[in-house]
């Protein structure tokens, strides 16, 4: 069973920093693109950052020039280092990869989905 465990949730300041990780585990032949989403309170889930197994980034225009996404594939970790933090970034963050594996003696690509982590942007 393939799982995604987001960590480094919390409460920061505004102006303040935080690095979000993301750890793959399970049976996996190898992950493709991998991204962090946030959804806030009645919102819709949004796209923050995205970075290909190659290491292609992109980015949210609201948070371009703060957060930065990052992978290591060896570990199969996703981090998104977040700074100059915003009260509008607070939100749950999901971390996503897009994984093969082989189901049925089959090979085949799936999406997946951690189960968030609360990032709270206050003073």
């Known amino acids: 069973q393939v799982q995604l465990v987001e960590s480094g949730g919390g409460l920061v300041q505004p102006g303040g920093s935080l690095k979000l990780s993301c750890a793959a585990s399970g049976i996996i032949v190898s992950i493709g693109a991998m991204g962090w989403y946030r959804q806030a309170p009645g919102k819709q889930r949004e796209l923050v950052a995205r970075?290909?197994?190659?290491?292609?980034?992109s980015y949210a225009d609201s948070v371009k020039g703060r957060f930065t996404i990052s992978r290591d594939n060896f570990k199969k970790m996703v981090y998104l280092q977040m700074d100059s933090l915003k009260p509008e970034d607070t939100a749950v963050y999901y971390c996503?990869?897009?994984?093969?594996?082989?189901?049925?003696?089959?090979?085949?690509?799936?999406?997946?989905w951690g189960q968030g982590t609360q990032v709270t942007v206050s003073s």
């Open positions: 996503n990869a897009r994984i093969l594996m082989i189901v049925g003696g089959r090979p085949g690509e799936y999406d997946y």
């Open positions: 970075i290909t197994s190659g290491g292609s980034t």
